[in-house]
């Protein structure tokens, strides 16, 4: 199995990426931001409770999200992989993920971050915001929070895979194209 967990801070091109490398790679892509939004769509009572914390651009609570990948997981039982975009978002998570992988008999094969600056990644986001209808990216502020809670409770599992030595990063400013090559060539070499 190919198991990707596609990292990098809000704005940095991981769910555009995930939809080109669902294609090539036939893997189900596991968006846990894409999963709470439908969840708030569909008027849940998990989705009227994330609803307020993503609108001010902080995290939800980890058994929330990990709950919902568990879940997601044992109704996918003949995937070639998974695509992780957006999850696991803290340490705690992602110990939780490779528990829930384990007892798959599966494991993750690699980190890919892409790194984008501040200034493009807040660029980004204000432009998609202006006709997204995604609450939060209408309001600098929430914007500036979501990038904040990244620095302090996301960036951590980075090392967290670099423990095991499966970090790699790559640049993610330029053409969508050519950082879909970029992530290729490090896939080619799990
Ligand atoms: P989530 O939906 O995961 O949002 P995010 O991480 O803040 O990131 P985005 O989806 O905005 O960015 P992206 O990296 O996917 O970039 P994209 O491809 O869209 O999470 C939302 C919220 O849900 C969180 O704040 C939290 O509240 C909650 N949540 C989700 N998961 C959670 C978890 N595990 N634990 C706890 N809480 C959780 O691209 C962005 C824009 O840039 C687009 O307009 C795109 O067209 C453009 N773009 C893409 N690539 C390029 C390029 N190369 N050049 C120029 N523009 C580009
Ligand atoms: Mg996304």
């Given at each position: 199995?190919?198991?990707l967990?596609?990292?990098?801070?809000?704005g940095?091109?991981?769910?555009?990426q995930?939809?080109?490398?669902?294609?090539k790679?036939q893997?189900?892509h596991l968006?846990?931001g894409?999963?709470l939004?439908?969840e708030?769509?569909?008027?849940t009572t998990?989705g009227?409770?994330?609803k307020k914390?993503m609108?001010?651009?902080?995290?939800v609570?980890?058994?929330?999200?990990?709950r919902?990948?568990?879940n997601k997981?044992?109704?996918?039982?003949?995937?070639k992989?998974?695509?992780?975009?957006?999850?696991p978002?803290t340490?705690?998570?992602a110990e939780a993920?490779?528990?829930?992988?384990?007892?798959k008999s599966?494991?993750?094969?690699?980190m890919i971050a892409?790194e984008v600056?501040d200034?493009?990644l807040?660029?980004r986001?204000?432009?998609r915001?202006?006709q997204?209808?995604?609450?939060?990216d209408?309001?600098?502020?929430v914007?500036?929070n979501?990038?904040v809670?990244?620095?302090s409770?996301?960036t951590?599992?980075?090392?967290y895979?670099?423990?095991?030595?499966?970090f790699t990063?790559?640049?993610?400013?330029?053409?969508?194209?050519?950082i879909?090559?970029?992530i290729?060539?490090?896939?080619?070499?799990?």
């Amino acid at each position: 199995m190919l198991n990707l967990v596609l990292f990098g801070p809000p704005g940095a091109g991981k769910g555009t990426q995930s939809q080109k490398l669902i294609d090539k790679y036939q893997l189900v892509h596991l968006s846990t931001g894409d999963i709470l939004r439908s969840e708030i769509a569909q008027g849940t009572t998990l989705g009227g409770e994330a609803k307020k914390l993503m609108n001010q651009g902080m995290l939800v609570p980890d058994e929330v999200v990990i709950r919902m990948i568990s879940n997601k997981l044992d109704s996918n039982p003949n995937a070639k992989g998974f695509i992780f975009d957006g999850f696991p978002r803290t340490v705690a998570q992602a110990e939780a993920l490779d528990e829930l992988l384990e007892t798959k008999s599966s494991s993750i094969s690699g980190m890919i971050a892409l790194e984008v600056n501040d200034d493009e990644l807040e660029k980004r986001l204000l432009m998609r915001g202006k006709q997204s209808g995604r609450p939060d990216d209408a309001n600098p502020e929430v914007i500036h929070n979501r990038i904040v809670e990244y620095n302090s409770k996301t960036t951590p599992v980075a090392n967290y895979y670099k423990e095991q030595n499966k970090f790699t990063s790559i640049n993610g400013i330029g053409t969508i194209d050519e950082i879909f090559s970029s992530i290729g060539n490090v896939i080619d070499q799990f």
